[in-house]
């Protein structure tokens, strides 16, 4: 008897703490592996603020998953459709650094191959041909935008990469941001065409989602993808983006046969700020936009939705992850919501304060077959 106790004790010690403790059900926490590729400088264990090359851009970027902790609000069991995607649970507090499986960045082809390798492997262990790219806005450093990633991830449940370019870490160098937006630009646009090559080998259907400043880097990449059919829908979230800029960029846009939602809210004070700092041109994103000159677009295709109702936050610049994912799943708005038609815009006091609230008013008839707001059902 004796030998078979000593026997089960040496097991016991010798096991993995995560085996010999498993975390609970209803855990405190998830863990859920986010793809990311970035053109920022590397820094210890992260990424940041700068660009990868100071100067001389030798457009090679960096790849790899980081391991991000969020909180279980939702009180998630694992079960084998999360364990697919590698979701573990915790009850142990996340760090502020994720970690990390950084691909060796020495040779860059071969950096490039073994990430889309394990892109390949996560898809076909998750059984979905489904991607969601997620870009990030301005003054969102790795970190943070890692977090904003793995947040939308819980909601979804599907495999979702982070494309992170140079933002900073505070609000003074939002000019600086835009700058470097401008920079990343023809790496996020390699990044596309590194994914229409992945797709004629493995089935690949992607969900852009991209918020503020990040919806940039998107709109301007849309000539890129006309007529490719690698987009499946396009979710931008409150674009910091000049709207009549953003005309230029769609002026093939039936050519994309997606679905293109805009999400905006009527709450946001940033976005009227921005609009100030340029000179008065209203931004993308701003709920209360005229639109009675506007292009004429498919409402089949295009769908205006105002969340004010749900948006949360001081800024009013929130990413409204649930609403996302339900409107991807069922066009609908999820339990409690219901979508009705805009028929008219009302300019909030941040607007009226960035100066052109004479512009605003009731919206054409051609606006209100695409225009609709979320209201609260219950």
Not at 3 to 22: D, E, G
Request: glycine share 6%; charged share 20%.
């Amino acid at each position: 008897m004796l030998p078979i106790l000593l026997s089960a004790l040496i097991v016991l010690v010798t096991m993995p703490a995560a085996i010999a403790k498993p975390a609970a059900k209803g855990a405190k926490y998830v863990i859920i592996p986010i793809y990311y590729v970035t053109d920022r400088e590397l820094q210890g264990d992260t990424f940041g603020v700068h660009r990868r090359y100071p100067s001389q851009c030798k457009h090679f970027m960096y790849y790899g998953t980081s391991f991000v902790a969020v909180p279980n609000s939702q009180n998630t069991v694992i079960n084998d459709k999360l364990k697919a995607l590698g979701w573990q649970l915790s009850d142990k507090h996340p760090a502020k650094i994720a970690s990390k499986d950084r691909i060796d960045p020495a040779d860059s082809a071969a950096s490039k191959k073994q990430f889309f390798e394990r892109l390949k492997n996560g898809l076909d262990k998750a059984g979905t041909s489904e991607l969601c790219v997620f870009v990030h806005g301005a003054c969102d450093p790795f970190e943070d935008a890692s977090q904003d990633a793995g947040l939308l991830a819980y909601s979804l449940e599907r495999p979702l990469l982070l494309y992170s370019w140079p933002a900073a870490s505070k609000w003074r160098g939002y000019f600086i941001d835009s700058c470097n937006s401008e920079w990343s630009q023809a790496h996020f646009n390699q990044f596309y065409e590194d994914l229409l090559a992945f797709k004629a080998e493995h089935p690949l259907q992607v969900i852009s989602i991209s918020h503020s400043m990040g919806n940039r880097l998107v709109i301007r990449s849309l000539p890129v993808l006309y007529g490719k059919g690698l987009v499946t829908d396009w979710e931008l979230v409150s674009p910091d983006i000049d709207a009549d800029t953003t005309r230029h960029y769609v002026m093939g846009y039936d050519q994309l046969h997606a679905r293109l939602r805009l999400y905006v809210s009527n709450k946001d004070k940033l976005l009227p700020f921005s609009q100030i700092l340029h000179g008065g041109y209203y931004r993308l994103g701003e709920a209360a936009m005229p639109t009675a000159d506007g292009p004429r677009l498919n409402p089949k295709l295009l769908e205006r939705i105002d969340f004010t109702a749900i948006d949360k936050g001081f800024t009013g610049h929130s990413i409204p992850n649930d609403l996302i994912n339900n409107m991807i799943n069922s066009n609908k708005p999820g339990p409690g919501l219901a979508l009705v038609p805009e028929d008219d815009l009302h300019s909030s006091r941040f607007a009226k304060f960035a100066g052109r609230s004479k512009d605003f008013g009731a919206i054409s008839k051609e606006a209100a077959d695409y225009c609709s707001r979320v209201v609260k059902t219950k």
